[in-house]
T-cell receptor
Framework: DAGVIQSPRHEVTEMGQEVTLRCKPISGHNSLFWYRQTMMRGLELLIYFNNNVPIDDSGMPEDRFSAKMPNASFSTLKIQPSEPRDSAVYFC???????????FGEGSRLTVL | GEDVEQSLFLSVREGDSSVINCTYT??????LYWYKQEPGAGLQLLTY?????DMKQDQRLTVLLNKKDKHLSLRIADTQTGDSAIYFCAESKGDYKLSFGAGTTVTVRA
């Protein structure tokens, strides 16, 4: 299995631009998570989907952030407009139906100038 | 997260044992985890322990749980240079939500 696949691995953009991060979870996993990692705050859960439905988005910082999961094999995290304080590594992770190990992607490193 | 605390740094000589400590606040935690993050990579599950266990051993890794003190530790025997990474402690109540610590950066020196 290829694991959780994220793209892009690195993105550098200017303040005010729209950013879209993508994730392909492991086939057969029915839960998907977006996390943000920064030096200041560590790992923060942004949003959790179960069977493509957003269950908990309490960690989404503000309205500039949105996430979708149109089908079981694809999710996006969008930031519009982006700000320098959004600079972080964004991780996608997936979990099989019988909860167990959370599998992480390699992350998307976002730098907003 | 504020519910899980770890020391930030640990330096250890190659071949020695490393002990990484973690404390958590939620007494209803059911599962406790150790994840490893190598540079430029995501987190990988190293091991986990159920809250009704005191100890779990897996090759060079030993996890000790003191439920009364809400203290979890990870011991790595015969630490190697490949063990240099950030180690995250995490807890959950068996649902989807994991609370992660800030991570302990382990540096192995020759």
């Amino acid at each position: 299995d290829a694991g959780v696949i994220q793209s892009p691995r690195h993105e550098v953009t200017e303040m005010g631009q729209e950013v879209t991060l993508r994730c392909k979870p492991i086939s057969g996993h029915n839960s998907l998570f977006w996390y943000r990692q920064t030096m200041m705050r560590g790992l923060e859960l942004l949003i959790y989907f179960n069977n493509n439905v957003p269950i908990d988005d309490s960690g989404m910082p503000e309205d500039r952030f949105s996430a979708k999961m149109p089908n079981a094999s694809f999710s996006t995290l969008k930031i519009q407009p982006s700000e320098p304080r959004d600079s972080a590594v964004y991780f996608c992770a997936s979990l099989p139906a019988k909860a167990g190990e959370l599998f992480f992607g390699e992350g998307s490193r976002l730098t907003v100038l | 997260g504020e519910d899980v605390e770890q020391s930030l740094f640990l330096s250890v000589r190659e071949g020695d044992s490393s002990v990484i400590n973690c404390t958590y606040t939620d007494s209803s935690s059911t599962y406790l985890y150790w994840y490893k993050q190598e540079p430029g990579a995501g987190l990988q599950l190293l091991t986990y322990i159920f809250s009704n266990m005191d100890m779990k051993q897996d090759q060079r890794l030993t996890v000790l749980l003191n439920k009364k003190d809400k203290h979890l530790s990870l011991r790595i025997a015969d630490t190697q240079t490949g063990d240099s990474a950030i180690y995250f402690c995490a807890e959950s109540k068996g649902d989807y939500k994991l609370s992660f610590g800030a991570g302990t950066t382990v540096t192995v020196r020759a």
